[in-house]
């Protein structure tokens, strides 16, 4: 036993002295390139709207353009007829008020939580070249909002759409300063997994339908 334990040792040594040596032969390569923004970022083609809304639905997303804030309201109106959903289910205190003011049917009951057909909420900024929504955890209320109803509608305006996702966050260290909510994420597109036989499914861990009314002007 004390022999093969010796020569247990001895061929593990060896081993490590081959590894070794073979390290010191080979010579280090660093290649460093410096890479343009055109080079990483494919440009913001037409404009800023148009781009957000191309991505977004490239992913099994909804971009509804709209030309004014009260626009919004009269085509979230007209989807929940189509939908033939009997309301909305929304949190925020200032959207709740406007969908009501417009005479769309709303609840903020926590008793309607579970058996919402729709969500609505804000969000921090939308990327254009990706198509996504940044959200955070700002308001707590809101945390749940993005990820549990079967329709996630975000209400949104220009004044909030950036290019690129670093101007996003940059945006919302400004925003907060020392104070960044504990959580700041993006949402592209509905929830998505093609785990399964590469077969994509949509719904899969959040919202199955993601729709953004975005107000141009």
Same mark, same amino acid.
């Given at each position: 036993?004390?022999?093969?334990?010796?020569q247990?040792?001895?061929?593990?040594?060896?081993?490590?002295q081959?590894?070794?040596?073979?390290?010191k032969?080979?010579?280090?390569?660093v290649?460093?390139q410096?890479?343009?923004?055109?080079?990483?970022?494919?440009?913001?083609?037409?404009?800023?709207?148009?781009?957000?809304?191309?991505?977004?639905?490239?992913?099994?997303?909804r971009?509804?353009?709209?030309d004014?804030?009260?626009?919004?309201?009269?085509k979230?109106?007209?989807?929940?007829?189509?939908?033939?959903?009997?309301e909305?289910?929304?949190?925020?205190?200032?959207?709740?008020?406007?969908?009501?003011?417009?005479?769309i049917?709303?609840?903020?009951?926590?008793?309607?939580?579970?058996?919402? !057909?729709?969500? #609505?909420?804000?969000?921090?900024?939308? =990327?254009?070249?990706?198509? &996504?929504? *940044? $959200?955070s955890?700002?308001?707590?209320?809101?945390? !749940?909002?993005? #990820?549990?109803?079967?329709?996630?509608? =975000?209400?949104?305006?220009? &004044?909030? *759409? $950036?290019?690129?996702?670093?101007?996003?966050?940059?945006?919302?260290?400004?925003?907060?300063?020392?104070?960044l909510?504990?959580v700041?994420?993006?949402?592209?597109?509905?929830?998505?997994?093609?785990?399964?036989?590469?077969?994509l499914?949509?719904?899969?861990?959040?919202?199955?339908?993601?729709?953004?009314?975005?107000?141009?002007?």
């Open positions: 036993m004390k022999k093969m334990k010796i247990s040792d001895l061929s593990r040594l060896e081993i490590l081959r590894i070794g040596a073979a390290g032969k080979r010579p280090a390569i290649n460093i410096s890479l343009s923004s055109d080079e990483i970022y494919k440009t913001i083609q037409p404009d800023s709207v148009i781009c957000f809304k191309n991505e977004l639905e490239a992913v099994n997303g971009c509804i353009l709209c004014n804030e009260s626009d919004v309201y009269e979230i109106k007209i989807f929940l007829q189509q939908s033939n959903f009997q909305l289910f929304c949190r925020d205190t200032f959207f709740y008020s406007e969908l009501k003011n417009h005479g049917p709303v609840t903020n009951l926590e008793t309607h939580f579970e058996t919402m !057909q729709a969500g #609505v909420t804000g969000c921090e900024s939308l =990327v254009a070249r990706t198509g &996504s929504v *940044l $959200v955890s700002n308001t707590p209320i809101q945390k !749940q909002m993005n #990820v549990f109803p079967p329709v996630h509608i =975000v209400i949104a305006h220009a &004044s909030q *759409l $950036v290019d690129y996702l670093e101007e996003a966050l940059v945006a919302i260290q400004k925003k907060y300063a020392d104070s909510p504990a700041i994420s993006t949402i592209t597109g509905p929830s998505r997994t093609a785990d399964i036989e590469k077969t499914v949509l719904g899969a861990h959040g919202p199955k339908e993601f729709i953004v009314f975005l107000s141009k002007v």
